[in-house]
C-alpha cells in the first residue's frame, strides 16, 4: 500500500553506453590529470628531498622543498637564493642501483615523467648562491683552520643563515665565476662539499647555469612536522651593499 501517494524512483539499468560513456569520462580526466601534472613539473614547480645535513639548518636531512622552475627563465636567480641543480659530474658518488624489476623500473620512470612521484634526488644538489658570472669571491684567513670572512666583490658578507657554529670560510680563496654559472655554498659551511671543493678546469668550481633546475622556495613538511612548513625567502639584506662586478676597484 503506497503512503501518501510518494513514489519510489526506479533506477534505470546500466547499459553497455552508459558504462562506456562512464569509462570515457573517467579517461579523459585521468589523462588530464597527467597533462597537468606533467605541464607543472615540466614548467613550473618540482619537489626535492633533502638527503644531507649541507644546508642546515635552513634545510634539514629529510625535509621536502617546493622549487620554482621559473628562474632561471622568465625569472632571475640572484645572490642568496637557494637553487637546486644537476651534478655537474663527480660532485656526488655513483647512486647505488636501484633494487626494482624491468617492469618496476618503466614505471618509475613514467611516474616520475609526469611528476607523480620524486625524482631520482642522488642526481641533484641543493646550495645556496654566493656569487654570480663576474662576481669576486674571496676568504681571507690568517692560519690553517681558523675562521676567515667572505666577501663578494669586496664586500664583506654576514650571513645569518649559516648553521649554528658555522664558520663562514676557513680556506684561502680568491676565484672570479665565470659569466653564465653561479658559485654555491651550503649553509652548513664545514658539512658542505660545495664550489671549494671542486676547484680546476674551465668553471673553477663554479655551477654553469644550465644545470640549475630551480629556485627553491618552501619548505614543505609532513603532518607530524608542522613546525618545518616555511616559505625560503631571499636574504637581501645580506647582499644588498655587493658592488657590481668590477666597480668594487673604481
Same mark, same amino acid.
Given at each position: 500500500?503506497?503512503?501518501?501517494?510518494?513514489?519510489?524512483?526506479?533506477? /534505470? %539499468?546500466?547499459?553497455?553506453?552508459? @558504462?562506456?560513456?562512464?569509462?570515457?569520462?573517467? $579517461?579523459?580526466? *585521468?589523462?588530464? &590529470?597527467?597533462?597537468?601534472?606533467?605541464?607543472?613539473?615540466?614548467?613550473?614547480?618540482?619537489?626535492?628531498?633533502?638527503?644531507?645535513?649541507?644546508?642546515?639548518?635552513?634545510?634539514?636531512?629529510?625535509?621536502?622543498?617546493?622549487?620554482?622552475?621559473?628562474?632561471?627563465?622568465?625569472?632571475?636567480?640572484?645572490?642568496?637564493?637557494?637553487?637546486?641543480?644537476?651534478?655537474?659530474?663527480?660532485?656526488?658518488?655513483?647512486? /647505488? %642501483?636501484?633494487?626494482?624489476?624491468? @617492469?618496476?623500473?618503466?614505471?618509475?620512470?613514467? $611516474?616520475?615523467? *609526469?611528476?607523480? &612521484?620524486?625524482?631520482?634526488?642522488?642526481?641533484?644538489?641543493?646550495?645556496r648562491v654566493i656569487g654570480m658570472g663576474g662576481d669576486t669571491v674571496e676568504c681571507?684567513?690568517?692560519?690553517?683552520?681558523?675562521?676567515?670572512?667572505?666577501?663578494?666583490?669586496?664586500?664583506?658578507?654576514?650571513?645569518?643563515?649559516?648553521?649554528?657554529?658555522?664558520?663562514?670560510c676557513t680556506e684561502q680563496l680568491s676565484v672570479t665565476v665565470p659569466d653564465g %654559472?653561479?658559485?654555491?655554498?651550503?649553509?652548513?659551511?664545514?658539512?658542505?662539499?660545495?664550489?671549494?671543493?671542486?676547484?680546476?678546469?674551465?668553471?673553477?668550481?663554479?655551477?654553469?647555469?644550465?644545470?640549475?633546475?630551480?629556485?627553491?622556495?618552501?619548505?614543505?613538511?609532513?603532518?607530524?612536522?608542522?613546525?618545518?612548513?616555511?616559505?625560503?625567502?631571499n636574504p637581501g639584506a645580506t647582499f644588498v651593499d655587493v658592488p657590481h662586478p668590477?666597480?668594487?676597484?673604481?
Amino acid at each position: 500500500m503506497r503512503r501518501g501517494g510518494a513514489h519510489r524512483a526506479v533506477l /534505470p %539499468a546500466p547499459t553497455p553506453v552508459r @558504462v562506456a560513456r562512464t569509462i570515457r569520462d573517467l $579517461l579523459i580526466v *585521468v589523462v588530464a &590529470a597527467l597533462a597537468l601534472s606533467f605541464l607543472l613539473k615540466q614548467v613550473l614547480v618540482q619537489t626535492f628531498s633533502i638527503p644531507s645535513g649541507s644546508m642546515a639548518q635552513t634545510l634539514e636531512e629529510g625535509d621536502r622543498v617546493l622549487v620554482s622552475k621559473l628562474a632561471p627563465g622568465p625569472l632571475a636567480v640572484h645572490r642568496g637564493d637557494i637553487v637546486v641543480f644537476k651534478d655537474p659530474g663527480e660532485w656526488l658518488s655513483p647512486p /647505488p %642501483a636501484a633494487n626494482r624489476s624491468i @617492469v618496476g623500473e618503466v614505471w618509475h620512470a613514467f $611516474l616520475q615523467g *609526469v611528476g607523480l &612521484a620524486p625524482p631520482d634526488d642522488d642526481q641533484f644538489l641543493i646550495k645556496r648562491v654566493i656569487g654570480m658570472g663576474g662576481d669576486t669571491v674571496e676568504c681571507q684567513v690568517a692560519g690553517a683552520g681558523q675562521a676567515g670572512a667572505l666577501s663578494v666583490n669586496g664586500e664583506v658578507l654576514s650571513e645569518p643563515y649559516l648553521a649554528e657554529g658555522a664558520m663562514p670560510c676557513t680556506e684561502q680563496l680568491s676565484v672570479t665565476v665565470p659569466d653564465g %654559472a653561479v658559485w654555491v655554498m651550503g649553509d652548513n659551511r664545514q658539512g658542505s662539499m660545495d664550489s671549494r671543493y671542486h676547484r680546476g678546469g674551465e668553471s673553477d668550481g663554479a655551477v654553469d647555469m644550465d644545470l640549475v633546475v630551480g629556485v627553491a622556495k618552501v619548505r614543505l613538511a609532513p603532518f607530524t612536522k608542522l613546525s618545518r612548513l616555511a616559505l625560503l625567502r631571499n636574504p637581501g639584506a645580506t647582499f644588498v651593499d655587493v658592488p657590481h662586478p668590477g666597480l668594487a676597484e673604481l
